[in-house]
């Protein structure tokens, strides 16, 4: 079989031509002292390739004008997403996928990809789900040994939380990047890591995720014109208009970059805008810092100052750590809180340093800032103080406590969010995983991340459910009171008020309303209030006073599905009786380009058998996207299709408890009269239909000439993952469609329609099914995709860790003696090696032409023993040879020239 060529990028040559190049080759490593491991200012950690791509124009504009070596953190490589450009398919694809990567991010001067092979299972909105799959502990190892040993000023990342939409591989990287920012500091934290590995803790300065909640305007000034949503936030902006040596400004960079990603459907990307006043920024938001900061600066280097550029003249030495602790975040009026201030000196001592407060109007402290003596080089000291909020402060905001370091070197500034709450306060019960965030967000000590979430729960049209309101006395003293629920028109409650008796200091309790729909005929999904949002209040009174707070229901629309009619079949026909329920309408927009009925729009209809749910989607389309071949039938989303959701019990938390079938209408078989197929899909058992769903029976009729496609499907209840509730089951239908040739969809369709809704399963419909009675039975337990694309398959991956100190997957490195490459020869067929272990385990060798890998051979070492192999080399001259060598739970790269 002929080897498949990777080629690897040289990322500065990237940069400077605007186009790919070959990684430098290294000198040799498999003898002598080792390299030292890269130093790098900023390390960037995501889920998958890609995910770094609306950043590139901040790093690109770093690293050309203040020389900022950025790094990047890959969990996964991707292997489970959809390919636009071929039949790749899991780790093949993850390696096609990384090779994206590092053309794209070497388009920024981007040279440090680290893949953590992490299997990417598939689409999820579920954080948990992503940390329950990759491992918590091993996975979190395994980013703070990049941060120990590569020790970047700034860590940044994406959003944490589950905001509709977020993928929850994303919201996952991010809290890991949050604990490992702490971790990688604590030496109590992967103590092996330093006593066995010989690294030791590191505490970056800064630590930011990407974007901001506010609004701002294009052009120059957007970096200065950002008024957050929540004015505590601090929002940096780095405007992408900037031009770079190339001539091109770093927006139209980025852009190209994005189309490097062309197994994504990304290569059309569309070009960056042109006129200087439409460019955006790219927003960052401080999470946590260590350092000072100037939150009025707005210039595109605002967010290196005091870390990796000096700061501003007359503030404090590069390097210096002045933050603020408090005992806790959410006070009452009239309470108390002990805050902390941190003084660390770097490389210089600090002479008569003193600490000032920066307090709201009315707020009072306590305590001397005064620290006694200078701070010795790397010693912290501390001084507290106590502040009192004011009785009349203003309940439910964010505050920003600040304070002041002075100092015979210079001065700087820092602050702290904490919030008023009052002493009573009542919120809408959260969603499981949101429940999940807060615990998570307060327990790593950022709970001013909360406010990412909007509280909702969803309803079905017409029908009732029940809301808690949960409860919590921030106060010293127990408290009575009541909770109104503020409803819109077209909702009731059972009670508008209810009362709660002798809440006790510090306790949590609740009271829960029967809410109705009582208005039907309100709009739906994200058609219905204000996108999908119906605003109410809630509002908590104690003998302390009264807080409000805000939320939302959402109306999810419902259906009753009838009994099949007589002489029912799967024919791609509704015949006479054969659905005798109502016409369900699957034309809304969820995502995508909006569209006109003649362009994009469907309906269907569903029934049951006593063995099966009937289904039933008439799809109006005026383009045919491209077919995919047979052995392509897979991630329906990026053409035309369709997707049939069933939630048995319609209470899932995320998707491996549903099922989910895609369905393609044709295919490209003209041999076999171009049929349609079907896949599950992120589901309970992804994978082809015939083996996922036996028994499930598939008929498509596409009009000729081209006006649209019917599907119809019978799904038996036994493929799915549980009995079915009849009395709620969850459903939805969703239509993908696509006018392109490049497997890119332009809009999506459905029924239950809210943005990220195909992983959202509390957002899909809901259903009855009168009279029919299930079969008792067990659940299913879900089948995950297990098998990640490894870096010690990855030529790119091993070139690049045999230089640059981090070990493949950044696992444990072996010591360097664990492997010696002796006598490397070219040999008509390859390169001929002696290879000798001091342990068993096994090398993975490549050819290397400096560009691209010419062959591959694995093999398997014992303690002492020689082994002589060939490995072969295939359409060029190897120049050197690659190796990989693993042992137990740690390896090593190695490099040597070929004679």
């Keep these: 079989m002929r080897f498949k060529a990777f080629l690897l990028p040289t990322a500065l040559a990237l940069a400077l031509s605007g186009a790919p190049a070959a990684f430098a080759a290294p000198a040799d490593t498999a003898g002598g002292k080792p390299s030292d491991a890269v130093d790098l200012d900023v390390l960037f950690v995501s889920a998958h390739p890609d995910d770094e791509a609306s950043s590139l124009a901040t790093l690109g504009q770093w690293k050309e004008k203040h020389g900022v070596r950025s790094g990047v953190i890959t969990i996964t490589r991707g292997e489970g997403g959809g390919n636009a450009v071929g039949l790749e398919e899991g780790p093949p694809l993850g390696i096609i996928r990384e090779g994206e990567e590092r053309t794209a991010i070497g388009r920024a001067g981007v040279e440090n990809l680290y893949n953590l092979d992490r299997v990417d299972f598939w689409y999820t909105a579920s954080a948990p789900l992503s940390e329950q799959i990759w491992g918590h502990d091993d996975t979190l190892a395994q980013i703070v040994r990049v941060i120990r040993t590569t020790r970047p000023e700034i860590v940044m990342t994406m959003n944490p939380s589950p905001t509709p939409g977020n993928h929850g591989n994303h919201q996952q990287a991010a809290r890991f990047a949050a604990e490992a920012f702490h971790a990688a500091a604590d030496p109590k934290a992967f103590p092996e890591q330093i006593s066995k590995e010989g690294l030791k803790p590191f505490r970056a300065a800064k630590f ?121 975040f959410d006070l009452t009026p009239g309470q108390t809180v002990e805050v902390t201030a941190h003084v660390r000196a770097a490389k210089r001592a600090l002479t008569k340093p003193t600490v000032s407060l920066r307090l709201p109007d ?133 009670s508008a008020t209810k009362n709660y008796t002798s809440l006790a200091a510090g306790a949590t309790g609740s009271v829960t309303f029967t809410v109705t729909n009582s208005d039907p005929s309100l709009p739906t999904a994200n058609e219905g209030g204000v996108n999908g949002d119906y605003a109410i209040t809630i509002t908590t009174t104690s003998q302390s006073g009264t807080n409000v707070e805000a939320g939302a229901l959402e109306i999810v629309p419902t259906s ?68 995919v071949v047979p052995q392509d039938c897979k991630r329906q989303r990026r053409t035309d299709s369709v997707e049939i959701i069933v939630d048995p019990k319609g209470n899932s938390s995320d998707t491996s408890t549903v099922f989910k079938a895609g369905i393609f209408p ?24 015939a083996e996922t769903a036996p028994g499930m029976t598939v008929v498509s009729k596409v009009s000729e000439p081209y006006t649209g496609y ?52 509390y957002r899909y419909g809901l259903v009855t099914l009168p009279g029919y009675t299930p079969a008792a039975r067990q659940p299913s337990e879900p089948i995950f995709p297990d098998t990640a694309a490894r870096s010690v398959h990855s030529p790119q991956t091993i070139a690049q860790s045999a230089v640059d100190g981090v070990a493949p997957a950044a696992v444990a490195k072996l010591p360097e003696r664990a492997l010696r490459l002796a006598d490397q020869r070219a040999t008509g067929d390859g390169v001929r090696v002696t290879l000798r272990a001091d342990r068993t385990g096994t090398a993975y060798l490549y050819t290397w032409d400096g560009d691209k890998a010419l062959g591959e051979k694995t093999v398997e070492l014992t303690a002492g023993r020689s082994v002589t192999v060939t490995v072969p080399a295939e359409g060029g001259k190897a120049g050197s040879l690659l190796a990989a060598f693993e042992s137990g739970d740690a390896a090593r790269a190695y490099q040597v020239s070929v004679r």
């Design 208 to 328: 930011l995720r990407t974007g901001g909640t506010g609004s701002s305007s294009a052009g120059p000034a957007c970096a200065t014109t950002f008024r957050p949503t929540v004015p505590t936030d601090q929002v940096f902006g780095v405007w992408e208009g900037t031009r770079s040596a190339s001539g091109k400004t770093w927006g139209e960079i980025e852009v190209d970059a994005r189309r490097d990603y062309v197994t994504q459907g990304w290569a059309n990307t569309a070009a960056a805008p042109t006129d200087p006043a439409q460019v955006r920024c790219d927003f960052y938001t401080l999470v946590d810092s260590r350092v000072p900061y100037d939150p009025a600066d707005t210039s595109p280097e605002a967010i290196l100052r005091g870390s990796v550029l000096p700061a501003a003249n007359g503030a404090l030495p590069e390097d210096t750590e002045f933050y603020l602790t408090a005992d806790r």
């Design 666 to 689: 044709i295919t490209d078989d003209p041999a076999n009269g171009n049929p349609p197929c079907w896949q599950r899909d992120a589901d309970n058992r992804q994978g082809p239909g």
């Design 710 to 761: 019917t599907i119809e499907a019978s799904i038996p209840f036994s493929v799915l993952p549980d009995a079915v509730d009849p009395t709620r089951m969850g459903f939805n239908v969703l239509v993908y469609d696509s006018d392109t040739q490049d497997l890119s969809s332009q809009s999506r369709l459905g029924w239950s329609t809210f943005t990220g809704v195909r992983a959202d399963p």
């Design 362 to 494: 009315g707020w009072t402290a306590k305590g001397s800032g005064a620290l006694r003596g200078a701070v010795a080089p790397g010693k912290e000291r501390t001084a507290t103080f106590t502040v009192t909020v004011p009785a009349d402060a203003t309940t439910n905001q964010q505050s920003l406590l600040g304070a002041t370091l002075a100092t015979g070197q210079g001065t700087g500034r820092t602050d702290r969010a904490v919030r008023v709450v009052a002493d009573v306060r009542g919120t809408l019960e959260p969603l499981p995983e949101v429940g999940i965030f807060r615990d998570w967000a307060g327990a790593e000590g950022y709970p001013q991340l909360d406010t990412l979430i909007k509280p909702v729960l969803t309803l079905g049209s017409g029908k009732s459910r029940e809301v808690r309101v949960d409860l919590r006395n921030h106060g010293s003293t127990a408290q009575s009171g009541s909770v109104t629920l503020g409803l819109p028109a077209g909702f009731t409650a059972d």
């Design 560 to 627: 009753e599905v009838p009994h099949a009619g007589h002489d029912h079949a799967v024919d791609g026909e509704a015949g006479p009786g054969e659905y005798p329920g109502e016409e369900l309408d699957f034309s809304r927009i969820w995502e995508g380009q909006s569209v006109t009925p003649q362009d994009a729009s469907a309906k269907g209809r569903i029934a049951w058998t006593e063995d099966a749910l009937k289904v039933i989607v008439q799809v109006t389309d005026d383009v045919l996207g491209k077919k």
